[in-house]
């Protein structure tokens, strides 16, 4: 098997990472592209031009299913998102006065309340899109962290910690798409922020139900453990998520070409 037949193959199965939709429309078209240029550059440089060639098509692919995978999320309405977030908060206040004393975090789910109201009302466009992307990198993110809390639990394990380095990959993500997508860095900071939010609130809530349920295993850690999310979960997201805003802005300038007709989806 030749070096370009090899690399072909493995293009292949990497465009089986776009949505389903997309790949119907573009996938036959970016291999073929993608093999056609292949040998271009085999008969004019040699197989070992190849890898450049590679290097350069999975940077596009990185980028390209970024996009396509979050385009594809179901974006929730903003109006949906003020609801559950105060949801979560009032659960949150009447599980803490019903099982735990006066020493918890009130004053925090109640910023978390006045926080929902204030970031979702009155909104431009670009605002609104920050906070959608940081909603849906939240969610995910949220789920990732309540497991980490389950398993350190149940397993009783340290090395469960180390699971939520995929939190913070999330809400640089969340940041990251909403730098490109806005052409804006700034914006990166509030996905990434409010995705920390709706996190560390999903999280919060989980734990304190299962405290509440199962009140015979030791949970008196929950609430010191929850109240330093509640407190450090939109501080780092938007650190991360402004590092990547930034990150997404330099990028886009060092991109002096777009991607070829194909290879970025025909689109």
């Known amino acids: 098997m030749t070096v370009l037949s ?30 056609d240029r292949g040998l271009e550059i085999v008969q004019s440089g040699g197989a070992w031009r190849l890898f450049g060639y590679a290097l350069s098509t999975g940077r596009d692919w990185f980028v390209t299913v970024l996009r396509e995978r979050t385009d ?5 309405s903003l109006s949906m998102v003020r ?18 004393d006066t020493r918890l975090p009130f004053a925090l789910l109640v910023m978390y309340g006045l926080l929902a109201l204030l970031v979702t009302t009155n909104l431009d466009d670009g605002r609104r899109r920050a906070l959608q992307i940081g909603t849906c990198w939240g969610l995910i993110s949220g789920v990732i962290l309540t497991a980490c809390t389950f398993g350190i639990y149940f397993v009783q394990s340290d090395e469960v910690t180390l699971l939520v380095l995929p939190v913070f990959a999330c809400w640089s993500i969340a940041g990251y798409v909403s730098a490109r997508r806005t052409a804006s860095a700034s914006s990166g900071w509030v996905a990434g922020c409010w995705s920390g939010v709706v996190c560390v609130l999903i999280n919060v809530t989980c734990s304190l139900l299962l405290g509440t349920l199962l009140p015979s295993r030791n949970f008196g850690h929950v609430l010191p453990a929850g109240g330093q999310h509640l407190m450090e979960g939109p501080v780092i ?31």
Not at 72 to 76: G, I, R, T, V, Y
Not at 241 to 260: H, M, Y
């Open 6 to 35: 090899w690399l072909c193959r493995v293009y292949r199965l990497l465009l089986r990472a776009y949505p389903a939709e997309f790949r119907e429309r573009y996938a036959d078209e970016m291999a073929r592209v993608f093999r």
């Open 72 to 76: 594809s999320m179901q974006m929730p």
């Open 83 to 100: 609801w559950a977030v105060l949801f979560c908060v009032a659960l949150d206040l009447v599980l803490l006065r019903a099982t735990y």
């Open 237 to 267: 997201g938007a650190m991360l998520g402004a590092i990547a805003g930034v990150a997404a802005r330099i990028f886009s300038k060092w991109q002096s070409s777009p991607p070829a007709v194909g290879l970025a989806g025909g689109k």
